[in-house]
C-alpha cells in the first residue's frame, strides 16, 4: 500500500515533468525549424548525462551487466531493449507538434492513446505485472478519452505546423494532429518494455538502453530530413531550451520503478493529472502557438472524467504473477 501511494504520487509529478518537456521541445523545435533535430537534442543531451554517471557508478554498471544476463538466459527478449523508439516518437512528436497545437491538446491526444493502449498493454501481460483484465469501467473510460480527444482536435490547431514540419508538406497539419494519439500508444509500450528491462537490471540501465536506442531512431530519421531540408540555420543561445534530456532522463528512471509498484494502466492514469493540469497552465501563463480554447479546456476536462471512470472497481483484477505465454516468466522476476 505504501509503494502504490508512492507510486501514484511520483506519477503526478512525471507528469508535470512530461508536460515541461514537451513546452521545451516544441519551442526547441520551432527555433530550429525542425522538430526532428530538436528531439535529437533532446534525446543526445540525456544520454550524454547518462553515459556520464555510468562512467562513475559501479552500481550502474552492475545494471547493465544484469541486462545482458538477463538476455544471454532468455529471460528477457531482445526486443524489449526497444521501449527507447517509442520515447523516441514521444519526444519527436513534442517537438513537432506543441507549438502548432498547443501544450494542452498535446497532452488530451497523448493521454488519450495512453489510456487506450494500456489497456491493450495490461491485458496482454507486456508489463512487469503480469496480465490484468479489461473491466468495464477501464474500457469506458477508453472511451471517453478517445471522445476527448475529438473534442480537443475540434478547437483547431492555431497554426499549420509548417514552422517545425515542413518536410512534411501539405500533410503536415493532419500528421501534427494525430501524431500526439501515436505517441500517447507507444509510451504505454515503452513503459510495460522498461518496466521489464528495470526488473532484470536497474531503473538507471532501463534509462541508458531507453535513450541509446531511442537516439540511434532519431539519428535515422533525422539524416533523411537532413538530406531533403538540410541542417538548421543556427541554434538558439538560451540553455533552458536544452533541458529537454535532462527532464527526461529523470522521468523515464522513475517511471520504471512506479510501473513496477502500480501496472501499466495506474500509471498512465496517475501521470494524467499532473500533465493536464501543467499543460494547462502553461498554455494560460506563458502561450505559444495556439491558443488555449474551451473546446480543449473541456477535452481536459473529458479525459479527467476518463481517468476516474477507468480506476472504478467493476470486477475482480487478475493477480500480477498470473501472466501466462512466453513471457510470463519475466513477468514474475
Known amino acids: 500500500m505504501v509503494l502504490r501511494r508512492w507510486g501514484l504520487g ?5 507528469g508535470a515533468g512530461v508536460a515541461v518537456q514537451g513546452r521545451i521541445n516544441g519551442e526547441l523545435g520551432a527555433r530550429l525549424e525542425d522538430g526532428v533535430a530538436a528531439a535529437v537534442v533532446s534525446f543526445g543531451s540525456g544520454f550524454v548525462l547518462l553515459l556520464i554517471a555510468v562512467a562513475f557508478s559501479a552500481r550502474l554498471q552492475a545494471g547493465l551487466r544484469g541486462v545482458g544476463a538477463a538476455l544471454a538466459a532468455r529471460e528477457l527478449r531482445y526486443w524489449q531493449l526497444l521501449g527507447g523508439l517509442c520515447g523516441a516518437l514521444f519526444v519527436a512528436s513534442q517537438s513537432l507538434a506543441v507549438a502548432a497545437v498547443g501544450v494542452t491538446a498535446f497532452t488530451v491526444g497523448a493521454v488519450s492513446g495512453q489510456l487506450v493502449s494500456s489497456l491493450v498493454v495490461d491485458r496482454l501481460g507486456i508489463g512487469p505485472q503480469g496480465r490484468t483484465p479489461v473491466t468495464t469501467a477501464r474500457l469506458g473510460g477508453a472511451v471517453l478519452a478517445v471522445g476527448a480527444v475529438l473534442l480537443a482536435a475540434s478547437g483547431g490547431s492555431g497554426s499549420d505546423g509548417t514552422t517545425t514540419a515542413s518536410w512534411l508538406g501539405a500533410a503536415a497539419g493532419p500528421v501534427l494532429l494525430f501524431l500526439p494519439v501515436l505517441a500517447g500508444i507507444g509510451l504505454a509500450w515503452q513503459q510495460a518494455w522498461n518496466g521489464r528491462v528495470g526488473t532484470s537490471g536497474s531503473p538507471f540501465a532501463a534509462t541508458v538502453i531507453n535513450f541509446g536506442i531511442g537516439l540511434l531512431g532519431l539519428l535515422v530519421i533525422d539524416a533523411l530530413v537532413l538530406v531533403r531540408v538540410g ?16 527532464i527526461g532522463v529523470l522521468f523515464i528512471a522513475a517511471g520504471v520503478l512506479v510501473v513496477r509498484w502500480v501496472g501499466v494502466l495506474m500509471m498512465g492514469l496517475s501521470t494524467v493529472a499532473g500533465q493536464l493540469t501543467t499543460s494547462m497552465l502553461l498554455d494560460w501563463f506563458l502561450p505559444a502557438g495556439a491558443a488555449l480554447s474551451t473546446a480543449k479546456l473541456v477535452g481536459c476536462g473529458l479525459t479527467l472524467a476518463a481517468v476516474v471512470v477507468a480506476t472504478l472497481r467493476t470486477g ?9 505465454g512466453p513471457d510470463s516468466r519475466s513477468a514474475r522476476q
Open 316 to 324: 475482480r483484477s487478475a493477480p500480477a504473477n498470473s501472466a501466462t
Open 231 to 246: 541542417p538548421p540555420a543556427e541554434f538558439p543561445r538560451e540553455p533552458w531550451l536544452y533541458l529537454g534530456g535532462a
Open 10 to 14: 511520483l506519477g503526478l509529478l512525471i
